[in-house]
């Protein structure tokens, strides 16, 4: 079996594949590696042969997570590394091995999944992500911003009086219409600069390359913004997708 883990800034995604990497043994969303052990370790059956990972978190937490794994498991651990070029997408920073490592796998992924055509790849997390790439696999760059939690947090530590639950945050987006409670007006205003985010992301595309691309969403808020792209492909494990392509199976 192979484990594939995700390592975002407030949660790790992990998954089970069974030993020929096509089915799915089991998955998970956690928010440390203790509770990644513990995930793991009530699996019936499991046998683990190797894992692959991405990491947008510090070299020292990447490394201790590695070890764990490597110390609990006895497997061996690879991580995805920047390239400038793979898969037929050209890496478009300045610098490639500044820009962050999930950004580049969902781009190969969505690229991958598009069979050449130009994609605009979007991913909801605790920051928000866009990226461009031409049909000819030129990375043309992206945007990066706040995601849903970190909007919703700043305003809720630099107010005194926004306060409130995740239940009712969930709640209260079950409609956009201009709120009449502090919840709703907060997290239906959030929700709406995401929207206005996409559609923003939706022109530039469409002023580079027409009606000639698809759109990826991803990301643990995607379902927050999926309604305003109905054409978009909605692909949660993209980054994985583009994992498997980085770090094949020896
Ligand atoms: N099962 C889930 N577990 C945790 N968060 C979830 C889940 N489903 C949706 N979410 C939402 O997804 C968001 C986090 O997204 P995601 O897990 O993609 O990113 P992250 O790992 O926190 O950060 P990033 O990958 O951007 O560094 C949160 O706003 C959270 O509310
Ligand atoms: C932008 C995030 C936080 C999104 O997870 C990650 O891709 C990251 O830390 N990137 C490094 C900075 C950059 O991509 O320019
Ligand atoms: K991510």
């Known amino acids: 079996m192979i484990l594939e883990l995700d390592c975002g800034n407030s949660f790790i995604k992990w998954r089970v594949l069974d030993a ?12 440390s590696n203790q509770a990644l ?9 499991l046998s683990l042969r190797t894992c692959r990972l991405v990491s947008v978190r510090t070299n020292e937490e990447t490394s201790a997570l590695t070890e764990m794994l490597e110390r609990a498991f006895g497997i061996p651990v690879v ?5 400038r070029e793979m898969s037929g997408v050209r890496n478009g920073y300045e610098d490639y091995e500044r820009l962050g490592l999930d950004r580049w796998l969902a781009m190969l992924g969505g690229f991958h999944l ?10 909801f997390g605790t920051a928000v992500t866009a990226d461009f790439v031409a049909a000819d696999g030129e990375h043309l760059g992206g945007f990066i911003c706040p995601g849903m939690p970190l909007m919703r947090n700043q305003l809720r530590t630099h107010t005194r009086k926004i306060r ?10 079950s409609s956009h219409v201009p709120g009449r409670t502090t919840v709703e007006a907060v997290e239906r205003g959030c929700s709406l600069m995401l929207r206005g985010f996409v559609l923003t992301q939706l022109e530039l595309a469409r002023a580079y390359w027409g009606e000639q691309f698809t759109v990826f969403i ?5 379902e927050l913004v999926k309604g305003v792209v109905p054409e978009a492909r909605v692909v949660p494990d993209l980054v994985f997708v583009g994992l498997a392509m980085a770090c094949p199976l020896s």
């Open 79 to 83: 991580c995805a590394k920047p390239a």
């Open 37 to 45: 052990l513990e995930s793991l370790r009530i699996i019936k059956s």
């Open 20 to 31: 020929s990497a096509s089915g799915l043994v089991s998955e998970g969303v956690v928010d």
């Open 114 to 123: 598009a069979a050449g055509s130009a994609c605009l790849v979007l991913d």
């Open 218 to 222: 991803t990301g643990g808020d995607a």
């Open 164 to 173: 409130y639950g995740d239940e009712a945050a969930e709640r209260a987006l």
